[in-house]
């Protein structure tokens, strides 16, 4: 899998948009980008996946660069609840590899009042 | 649909004793992983089961092993626990097509004294 970097920590004000990046420079063509979130001693959280076009689902929206080495999650109005730890994981799709993903450190999001 | 349930929630145990954790993955996921979360390792893969066969492997020591079942519940064992198998142990699950995401249980929180 290829690796990812985070920013170790953002802070996002209440009501906005916060836009947490990630990048994975060496992402293979038959990779997709999977991003995850954890709260507090849960269990993570998915969130949302894509290959190469942009996606959005009721949570957030993912934009993937042309080239595919960088991604953003948005989180477009951004709450308290969504303090957490946030992490962009790139494996191989398809059923054989569903099973197995490699956790970085991730971004912890704080979001403000 | 119920999430990823996962018993118990807590256990305390004392080195050289052995656990088995139980895992019960949501209503027609075949996929079932196993995660360690500790504070200085992160969230590290263990191992993957996909229709009672280990599919994907970690790179824990082989006092770490788990099964599954038909009904595709799963159980992992830690043998000979040392106090550095202390952590939060997630069980995840994943559907058989569409992005292959993983949904992952609460965890059970294991303390070995």
């Known amino acids: 899998d290829a690796k990812t970097t985070q920013p170790p920590s953002m802070d996002c004000a209440e009501g906005r948009a916060a836009n947490l990046p990630c990048n994975h420079s060496?992402?293979?063509?038959?990779?997709?980008v999977y991003w995850y979130r954890q709260i507090h001693s849960q269990g993570p959280q998915y969130i949302i996946h894509g290959l190469k076009n942009n996606e959005t689902n009721e949570m957030a929206s993912l934009i993937i660069t042309e080239d595919r080495k960088s991604s953003t999650l948005i989180l477009p109005h951004a709450t308290l609840r969504d303090t957490a730890v946030y992490y962009c994981?790139?494996?191989?799709?398809?059923?054989?590899?569903?099973?197995?993903?490699?956790f970085g450190d991730g971004t912890t999001l704080t979001v403000k009042p | 649909k119920a999430g990823v349930t996962q018993t118990p929630r807590y256990l305390i145990k004392t080195r050289g004793q052995q656990v088995t954790l139980s895992c019960s993955p949501i209503?027609?996921?075949?996929?079932v992983s196993w995660y360690q979360q500790t504070p200085g390792q992160g969230l590290q893969f263990l191992f993957e089961?996909?229709?009672?066969?280990?599919?994907n492997k970690g790179n824990f020591p082989g006092r770490f092993s788990g099964r599954q079942f038909s009904n595709s519940r799963s159980e992992m064992n830690v043998s000979t626990l040392e106090l550095g198998d202390s952590a939060l142990y997630l069980c995840a699950s994943s559907p058989v097509g569409g992005g292959y995401e993983q949904y992952f249980g609460p965890g059970t929180r294991l303390t070995v004294t």
């Open positions: 209503s027609g996921h075949r996929s």
């Open positions: 994981i790139v494996r191989v799709g398809g059923y054989t590899n569903a099973g197995k993903s490699t």
């Open positions: 060496t992402i293979s063509g038959n990779e997709y």
């Open positions: 089961y996909f229709s009672e066969t280990q599919r």
